[in-house]
């Protein structure tokens, strides 16, 4: 197949090139698009034929149930059987932004999106060209990551061109994403709401709307949210995730790092700023200043899929503070560990 990638700055959208990318969506088309939080993979979130085609260039198991997006709470409406009062209140809150809620689905949903679940998950994203591709095809559009199955998600045009190239018909580049890491998925069918996945939106900003909280565990997760396996995130590379107080952790990296260097094993270290230049004879990679968790979320996918590059057999990680998005960090660095 041959891919067109189009550019569009987000700041100044083009309307030629949306209105091309809408009408391949309508046509049954999949695009590759920026969202605040990864590039998605969309396809026109009523047309079967057109969703099978996402599960087929990803490698995904039909399993694993998709996002479906939209461009205001309105269009809700169509696609759910009834709306709590909680997501009316999160949605006033969050929306459009990185927080994904799985609700009742109404009829007009397909199974192919809920993988044969009775719940669709839905989320309206804040970046400009995502609202424009959605308000220019003028229907629902699913999208789950666009990386192939179990790969590191993508937070640029590049990312997404390495893993799908030849296999869609369109990728968007517009440059980087802002959060870098994927949106909060909360099941809102029940009190109180359960977090299915960490993301965007932080369990404390969650909070503050609602203290009826409760975090999946893994167990409760994979029953809930099938496609959320337990190795997930992750890079080709082995990922070791070393987690204690930053001087014990330090050495104990350098300990791990020295014995697979010995064994012949390239290797890289994911690091804070501050901590940059204690691994000297490795391949470092830094997130940014460990206080600063949004720029470290942001420069994770980014640092990992480099680490790849570069052909490093192993990726030792440093572990990152338990709060705001740096949960959601942590998450992912244990997933991709696991
Ligand atoms: O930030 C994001 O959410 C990105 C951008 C493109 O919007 N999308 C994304 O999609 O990460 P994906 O397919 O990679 O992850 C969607 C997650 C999966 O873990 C899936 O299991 C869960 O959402 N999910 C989808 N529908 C669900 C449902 N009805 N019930 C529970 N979990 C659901
Ligand atoms: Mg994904």
Same mark, same amino acid.
């Given at each position: 197949?041959?891919?067109?990638?189009?550019?569009?700055?987000?700041?100044?959208?083009?309307?030629?090139?949306?209105?091309?990318?809408?009408?391949?969506?309508?046509?049954?088309?999949?695009?590759?698009?920026?969202?605040?939080?990864?590039?998605?993979?969309?396809?026109?979130?009523?047309?079967?034929?057109?969703?099978?085609?996402?599960?087929?260039?990803?490698?995904?198991?039909?399993?694993?149930?998709?996002?479906?997006?939209?461009?205001?709470?309105?269009?809700?409406?169509?696609?759910?059987?009834?709306?709590?009062?909680?997501?009316?209140?999160?949605?006033?809150?969050?929306?459009?932004?990185?927080?994904?809620?799985?609700?009742?689905?109404?009829?007009?949903?397909?199974?192919?999106?809920?993988?044969?679940?009775?719940?669709?998950?839905?989320?309206?994203?804040?970046?400009?060209?995502?609202?424009?591709?959605?308000?220019?095809?003028?229907?629902?559009?699913?999208?789950?990551?666009?990386?192939?199955?179990?790969?590191?998600?993508?937070?640029?045009?590049?990312?997404?061109?390495?893993?799908?190239?030849? /296999? %869609?018909? +369109? *990728?968007?580049? =517009?440059?980087?994403?802002?959060?870098?890491?994927?949106?909060? &998925?909360?099941?809102?069918?029940?009190?109180?709401?359960?977090?299915?996945?960490?993301?965007?939106?932080?369990?404390?900003?969650?909070?503050?709307?609602?203290?009826?909280?409760?975090?999946?565990?893994?167990?409760?997760?994979?029953?809930?949210?099938?496609?959320?396996?337990?190795?997930?995130?992750?890079?080709?590379?082995?990922?070791?995730?070393?987690?204690?107080?930053?001087?014990?952790?330090?050495?104990?990296?350098?300990?791990?790092?020295?014995?697979?260097?010995?064994?012949?094993? /390239? %290797?890289? +270290? *994911?690091?804070? =700023?501050?901590?940059?230049?204690?691994?000297?004879?490795?391949? &470092?990679?830094?997130?940014?200043?460990?206080?600063?968790?949004?720029?470290?979320?942001?420069?994770?996918?980014?640092?990992?899929?480099?680490?790849?590059?570069?052909?490093?057999?192993?990726?030792?990680?440093?572990?990152?503070?338990?709060?705001?998005?740096?949960?959601?960090?942590?998450?992912?660095?244990?997933?991709?560990?696991?």
């Amino acid at each position: 197949m041959n891919t067109e990638i189009i550019k569009i700055n987000p700041e100044k959208i083009d309307q030629k090139k949306i209105k091309k990318a809408g009408q391949a969506i309508q046509d049954g088309k999949i695009v590759a698009f920026p969202t605040e939080t990864v590039y998605g993979l969309g396809a026109n979130a009523l047309n079967e034929k057109a969703i099978e085609k996402i599960f087929l260039a990803k490698n995904r198991p039909f399993y694993d149930p998709l996002i479906v997006h939209i461009s205001c709470l309105e269009e809700i409406i169509d696609l759910v059987s009834e709306l709590p009062a909680i997501a009316r209140k999160l949605a006033e809150k969050f929306w459009p932004g990185p927080l994904t809620m799985v609700m009742k689905k109404s009829t007009k949903v397909s199974d192919i999106v809920t993988s044969g679940l009775d719940t669709v998950a839905i989320r309206v994203p804040v970046h400009p060209v995502a609202q424009a591709l959605i308000r220019e095809a003028k229907r629902p559009i699913v999208a789950p990551s666009a990386n192939l199955f179990t790969h590191v998600s993508p937070t640029n045009a590049k990312h997404v061109i390495d893993d799908l190239q030849g /296999k %869609v018909n +369109i *990728i968007i580049d =517009s440059g980087k994403t802002s959060v870098g890491l994927e949106s909060t &998925v909360v099941d809102v069918t029940e009190l109180p709401i359960q977090i299915l996945r960490l993301g965007g939106v932080t369990v404390e900003q969650i909070m503050k709307v609602t203290t009826e909280v409760s975090i999946a565990n893994e167990d409760n997760k994979t029953k809930k949210s099938p496609g959320m396996l337990k190795k997930h995130y992750s890079p080709k590379a082995k990922l070791i995730l070393v987690e204690g107080k930053n001087d014990k952790m330090i050495s104990n990296i350098l300990s791990i790092a020295s014995k697979y260097k010995k064994n012949g094993n /390239k %290797v890289g +270290i *994911i690091a804070s =700023s501050e901590n940059s230049d204690k691994y000297i004879g490795y391949l &470092v990679r830094v997130l940014g200043n460990a206080n600063d968790l949004d720029t470290c979320a942001r420069n994770l996918y980014k640092q990992l899929r480099l680490l790849d590059e570069m052909k490093c057999d192993i990726i030792i990680s440093e572990n990152y503070e338990n709060k705001g998005i740096g949960r959601a960090i942590m998450d992912r660095l244990r997933r991709a560990s696991s």
